[in-house]
């Protein structure tokens, strides 16, 4: 498995502000995933953090919105910008290792007033 | 696209009673198919998986079962335990390292 932290845990925002949760891995992995998860539904795939080239984002999710950075194997950031209420969600990281195995990072809460 | 259908969306078992959440998948080309369990505020946890050339495999309580034919594949918890209750996500990933998609979810509650 792997080690993975994300900063800060939960965050307060005020509309119209951004964001930046870090996520940091013990190990270098090559696969990262950003996640969304509203209250009481599933994971929504954000996007796909690629180390030294431009993330791959879903359908729906534009990169002027969630800029990502994956300068290095090991730590990658989400930004949430311009943020509005409808922002408020938990984000989670995700890394791949052994070719399948997908584990998660705590997320981050965040609520926007 | 992968599209993961999972049913039910809520299930209440009484402890000691097995449960049973189903899975349905639409790209054949899945091959790797996890299962997670999430418990209130926490994140989700892999429990158990299954890869497109196994039929089934079990660990303890938990067992996974697949049918690449029909293109579903379902979890199985036996001599289920209060502390089972909790969200359980399937997930389908078409080849190593790629994304997941994921179903939406079965609200499992064990009543003691």
């Known amino acids: 498995s792997a080690v993975i932290s994300q900063k800060p845990s939960r965050d307060i925002c005020q509309r119209g502000t951004s964001l930046t949760i870090q996520c940091q891995v013990d190990?270098?992995?090559?696969?990262m995933f950003w996640y969304r998860q509203q209250p009481g539904q599933s994971l929504t795939l954000i996007a796909t953090?690629?180390?030294?080239?431009?993330?791959?984002?879903e359908s729906g999710f534009v990169i002027d919105k969630f800029p990502i950075s994956r300068p290095n194997l090991t730590f990658s950031t989400l930004t949430v910008s311009n943020m509005s209420p409808e922002d408020s969600s938990i984000y989670l990281c995700?890394?791949?290792?052994?070719?399948?195995?997908?584990?998660f990072g705590p997320g981050t809460r965040l609520t926007v007033t | 696209g992968e599209n993961v259908e999972q049913h039910p969306s809520t299930l209440s078992v009484q402890e000691g009673d097995s449960a049973v959440i189903k899975c349905t998948y639409s790209?054949?080309?899945?091959?790797?198919f996890p299962w997670y369990k999430q418990e209130l505020g926490k994140r989700p946890q892999l429990i158990i998986d299954?890869?497109?050339?196994?039929g089934e495999k079990k660990d303890q309580r938990i067992a996974v079962t697949l049918n690449k034919t029909a293109k579903h594949f379902s979890l199985h918890i036996t001599e289920t335990q209060p502390e089972d209750s909790a969200v359980y996500f399937c997930?389908?990933?078409?080849?190593?390292?790629?994304?997941?998609?994921f179903g939406t979810g079965t609200s499992l509650t064990v009543i003691p």
């Open positions: 995700s890394v791949v290792v052994t070719s399948y195995e997908q584990y």
């Open positions: 190990s270098q992995v090559t696969m």
């Open positions: 953090a690629n180390q030294g080239s431009e993330a791959t984002y």
């Open positions: 790209d054949s080309a899945s091959n790797y």
């Open positions: 299954i890869r497109s050339n196994v």
């Open positions: 997930a389908a990933s078409v080849s190593a390292g790629n994304q997941f998609y």
